[in-house]
């Protein structure tokens, strides 16, 4: 029996190399690399094995960048979002960010609630992207909201009220790095991790397709035995 990708998350490093390598400014390739999001998502979207993709376009440690950079990725997100309405609704799939959004401005909290709003009725791939995400915050934010509530805490509460519910089975990373990054850290708990040397912008559906038929191979135990 092979394994089913049910549920993928990309850590999509590289886009500043990729731009420098080219003597472009580090932006342009964050300008690609929208472009790959939307290859990959809708490659993902066609595999009827594929549930979930979780993409981590901005992490909580992302405001460290240089202000021109972060305004730039704010801005391409927002751009991207209103773009790609038509191809979330074409490809039936729905958009639910994870992180904490209260950080964004209120324009981009909007177009961020109209695109998760129109395509909530998409019945395909969930398409996650991760915005002002980090593991650490999600499990802060999860504790806080249970002490609240004054419940007896169980694996399922924790779960549930996590941004993601859902374990990753494939965790890929571009760019060359073997670190997590923060990402997913809960739902990572028994993903398979995968990392290629190749830098997001030039990150292709055949590359993706060759990782999840090596996924498929791989034995998950889940700390069992065979
Ligand atoms: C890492 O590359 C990538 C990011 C910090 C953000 C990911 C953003 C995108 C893929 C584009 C925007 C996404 C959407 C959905 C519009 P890096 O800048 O850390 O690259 P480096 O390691 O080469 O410096």
């Not at 324009?107 to 996650?128: F, Y």
């Not at 890929?172 to 991790?193: C, K, P, V």
């Amino acid at each position: 029996m092979s394994n089913n990708p049910s549920h993928i998350a990309i850590i999509m490093d590289g886009n500043g190399r990729w731009a420098q390598a080219q003597d472009k400014n580090r932006t342009f390739g964050h300008e690609k690399g929208s472009e790959v999001v939307r290859t990959i998502t809708t490659y993902c979207a066609k595999n009827p094995e594929i549930d979930r993709l979780t993409l981590y376009a901005f992490s909580t440690e992302n405001w460290k960048r240089p202000k021109l950079e972060v305004e730039f990725l704010m801005k391409l997100l927002q751009k991207y979002l209103k773009q790609e309405l038509p191809t979330y609704l074409e490809g039936n799939i729905r958009f639910q960010p994870i992180g904490d959004l209260s950080a964004f401005s209120t324009s981009l909290q909007s177009t961020i609630r109209e695109v998760k709003e129109a395509t909530q009725h998409c019945t395909g791939l969930i398409q996650s992207l991760a915005l002002n995400y980090g593991g650490r915050d999600e499990i802060i934010r999860a504790a806080v909201a249970l002490q609240a509530a004054q419940t007896p805490i169980s694996f399922d509460l924790i779960s549930q009220t996590l941004d993601c519910d859902t374990d990753v089975d494939l965790l890929i990373r571009t760019g060359g790095d073997h670190r997590l990054s923060n990402f997913m850290l809960w739902q990572s708990a028994y993903a398979e991790l995968f990392f290629t040397d190749t830098l997001w912008p030039e990150f292709t559906t055949d590359e993706l397709e060759k990782i999840i038929q090596k996924f498929k191979k791989v034995e998950r135990r889940f700390g069992g035995l065979n």
